[in-house]
């Protein structure tokens, strides 16, 4: 279980305090598939850099579990926003990398690495170098790259969001599936309402900056959903209102 | 190709303008600068008596033993300097002050710490060449992009494995420019570095010529090291292109 306590997170800007995030408090199941939407520059990203540890709260406090998160860990996988493969390495060894660095032997961490590529649909890529794939299939190999280090927890930053539609569903259908199967807890962020309804046990709904939770959504359809019945399409009404009235 | 003949144009008009003004009008005298034809005849003796051939391999043996041990302390010091601000804060200042310090001017610390001979050399070039090598090494690594590094902690790589496995081959394409630059460098000082304890080398080649007004000789020296400079520049080019992604 995650838990964050009255976060607030401020950043020096031009010398001046800007506050990014503003008393969040949330507690995110272990198991639970989380997404956070919100409009731009709201803090998204932010709050989720301070749960890989990859940032600190100003104030409050952020607990896995029991513990203090102090700092990145591979039972945290996150997906960027941005591209981040290393260009050096080709598509496997990009894949591989995390249990390169854990030691693992190339024959093994080869054959995992090529198991999580073609569940991305990149099986025939895997000696292309990244400069040489699209803007999604890089996210795809970079999700790939995380899925492979097996985390508990994966937190993601829109990372469907260069995708074209019919990727983007299959992509979505696949994570539903690899969440259920190995009971991981997922943290989603993401622009899109229909992509937020259609993945989450729970929505929850930032306002622009600073950022503070203006409402929680449970989603409870079926985990098999069908994007276009009424339940679904109220709920993304519902989501998309409360965005819109957003100044 | 026609990169190739384009390049030549200026070197063969200026050859030719030479032997006109030389040779041809006299309008400019032997002991002012020696016409090509001189500069070819001084080729032909320092080639026959061998002279040439040994000054060369034992400027290019100095030279490459100075960048090596360049290298050796440069790249490892600047990956350091790069990643932690702590080493950089500690060593910029000093950094800074030692390296517009011209490489002459160590001359008699170099007498005095190792004497003559090949040590003073290779220590005189190495204060030349360190720098450009440190300096591009550290500007890599400070420069590496942060969501790479990001990326390999959340994947559970330790400080140790950054930096071997993003952080050196983020920045290789700078420590190969660093070495270009090195090198070219290097090759300045010899000279200066072939000055002291050496009978040989081209630095030795053209300094003993000079004061002797052999400026034949000297301007021979002067070209062998330009096209050492221009050889070893093409070299690191195409490395650097190699391990630029
Ligand atoms: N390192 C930083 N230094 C200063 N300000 C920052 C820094 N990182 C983020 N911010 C500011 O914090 C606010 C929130 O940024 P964040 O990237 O979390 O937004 P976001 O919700 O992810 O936006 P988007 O949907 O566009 O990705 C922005 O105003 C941003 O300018
Ligand atoms: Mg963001």
Same mark, same amino acid.
């Given at each position: 279980?995650?838990?964050?306590?009255?976060?607030?997170?401020?950043?020096?800007?031009?010398?001046?305090?800007y506050?990014?995030?503003?008393?969040?408090?949330?507690?995110?199941?272990?198991?639970?598939?989380?997404?956070?939407?919100?409009?731009?520059?709201?803090?998204?990203?932010?709050?989720?850099?301070?749960?890989?540890?990859?940032?600190?709260?100003?104030?409050?406090?952020?607990?896995?579990?029991?513990?203090?998160?102090?700092?990145?860990?591979?039972?945290?996988?996150?997906?960027?926003?941005?591209?981040?493969?290393?260009?050096?390495?080709?598509?496997?060894?990009?894949?591989?990398?995390?249990?390169?660095?854990?030691?693992?032997?190339?024959?093994?961490?080869?054959?995992k690495?090529?198991?999580?590529?073609?569940?991305?649909?990149?099986?025939?890529?895997?000696?292309?170098?990244? #400069?040489?794939?699209?803007?999604?299939?890089?996210?795809? @190999?970079?999700? /790939?790259?995380? !899925?492979?280090?097996?985390?508990? &927890? +994966?937190?993601m930053?829109?990372?469907?969001?260069?995708?074209?539609?019919?990727?983007?569903h299959?992509?979505?259908?696949?994570?539903?599936?690899?969440?259920?199967?190995? #009971?991981?807890?997922?943290?989603?962020?993401?622009?899109? @309402?229909?992509? /937020?309804?259609? !993945?989450?046990?729970?929505?929850? &709904? +930032?306002?622009?900056?600073?950022?503070?939770?203006?409402?929680?959504?449970?989603?409870?359809?079926?985990?098999?959903?069908?994007?276009?019945?009424?339940?679904?399409?109220?709920?993304?009404?519902?989501?998309?209102?409360?965005?819109? @009235?957003?100044? | 190709?026609?990169?190739?003949?384009?390049?030549?144009?200026?070197?063969?008009?200026?050859?030719?303008i030479?032997?006109?003004?030389?040779?041809?009008t006299?309008?400019?005298?032997?002991?002012?600068?020696?016409s090509?034809?001189?500069?070819?005849?001084?080729?032909?003796?320092?080639?026959?008596?061998?002279?040439?051939?040994?000054?060369?391999?034992?400027?290019?043996?100095r030279?490459?033993?100075?960048?090596?041990?360049?290298?050796?302390?440069?790249?490892?010091?600047?990956?350091?300097m790069?990643?932690?601000?702590?080493?950089?804060?500690?060593?910029?200042?000093?950094?800074?002050?030692?390296?517009?310090?011209?490489?002459?001017?160590?001359?008699?610390?170099?007498?005095?710490?190792?004497?003559?001979?090949?040590?003073?050399?290779?220590?005189?070039?190495?204060?030349?060449?360190?720098?450009?090598?440190?300096?591009?090494?550290?500007?890599?690594?400070?420069?590496?992009?942060?969501?790479?590094?990001?990326?390999?902690?959340?994947?559970?790589?330790?400080?140790?494995?950054?930096?071997?496995?993003?952080?050196?081959?983020?920045?290789?394409?700078?420590?190969?420019?660093?070495?270009?630059?090195?090198?070219?460098?290097?090759?300045?000082?010899?000279?200066?570095?072939?000055?002291?304890?050496?009978n040989?080398?081209?630095?030795?080649?053209?300094?003993?010529?000079?004061?002797?007004?052999?400026?034949?000789?000297?301007?021979?020296?002067?070209?062998?090291?330009?096209?050492?400079?221009?050889?070893?520049?093409?070299?690191?080019?195409?490395?650097?292109?190699?391990?630029?992604?």
């Amino acid at each position: 279980m995650i838990t964050l306590e009255n976060i607030t997170k401020g950043y020096l800007k031009y010398k001046q305090e800007y506050v990014a995030l503003q008393d969040i408090n949330l507690k995110v199941d272990k198991g639970e598939f989380l997404c956070i939407v919100g409009p731009s520059g709201c803090g998204k990203t932010t709050l989720l850099r301070m749960i890989a540890g990859l940032d600190f709260p100003t104030s409050g406090q952020i607990m896995e579990n029991e513990t203090e998160i102090s700092g990145p860990s591979r039972e945290r996988g996150y997906v960027f926003q941005q591209y981040s493969l290393f260009p050096w390495r080709n598509v496997l060894d990009n894949v591989a990398f995390g249990l390169e660095v854990q030691g693992l032997a190339d024959e093994e961490r080869y054959q995992k690495a090529r198991k999580y590529l073609k569940m991305v649909g990149l099986s025939s890529f895997e000696k292309s170098s990244p #400069q040489e794939l699209s803007g999604g299939m890089k996210q795809r @190999v970079a999700i /790939a790259r995380c !899925l492979v280090n097996d985390p508990q &927890v +994966l937190l993601m930053d829109e990372p469907f969001s260069a995708l074209d539609v019919q990727t983007r569903h299959k992509l979505q259908k696949e994570l539903v599936h690899i969440w259920r199967k190995e #009971q991981k807890t997922i943290i989603f962020v993401t622009h899109n @309402v229909d992509e /937020a309804v259609f !993945l989450a046990d729970r929505v929850v &709904v +930032l306002s622009s900056a600073p950022g503070t939770i203006i409402k929680t959504f449970n989603i409870e359809l079926d985990r098999i959903r069908d994007r276009t019945s009424h339940e679904f399409l109220n709920l993304k009404k519902e989501i998309t209102r409360l965005l819109d @009235v957003e100044p | 190709m026609r990169k190739i003949l384009i390049s030549l144009i200026l070197p063969v008009s200026v050859v030719v303008i030479l032997t006109i003004l030389t040779t041809f009008t006299g309008l400019i005298p032997p002991y002012f600068l020696p016409s090509p034809s001189e500069v070819i005849q001084s080729f032909e003796t320092l080639l026959m008596n061998g002279e040439l051939v040994q000054d060369t391999s034992l400027t290019l043996m100095r030279v490459v033993l100075s960048l090596t041990v360049s290298a050796l302390i440069g790249i490892p010091l600047g990956i350091l300097m790069g990643w932690s601000d702590t080493v950089r804060d500690l060593s910029s200042f000093m950094v800074g002050i030692l390296r517009p310090i011209p490489p002459i001017a160590w001359i008699p610390f170099a007498i005095l710490w190792f004497g003559v001979g090949l040590e003073s050399a290779v220590f005189i070039i190495f204060i030349g060449s360190v720098f450009p090598i440190l300096i591009n090494t550290m500007d890599g690594v400070k420069r590496v992009d942060k969501v790479l590094l990001e990326s390999a902690y959340t994947l559970g790589a330790s400080d140790i494995q950054v930096l071997r496995k993003v952080a050196f081959p983020a920045s290789l394409p700078n420590i190969v420019t660093g070495l270009k630059v090195g090198v070219g460098v290097g090759l300045m000082c010899t000279v200066a570095a072939e000055m002291i304890g050496s009978n040989s080398g081209l630095g030795y080649l053209i300094f003993t010529s000079t004061s002797m007004l052999d400026t034949g000789s000297a301007i021979v020296g002067m070209l062998t090291i330009g096209i050492i400079g221009l050889g070893a520049d093409y070299l690191f080019s195409r490395i650097e292109k190699e391990v630029s992604w």
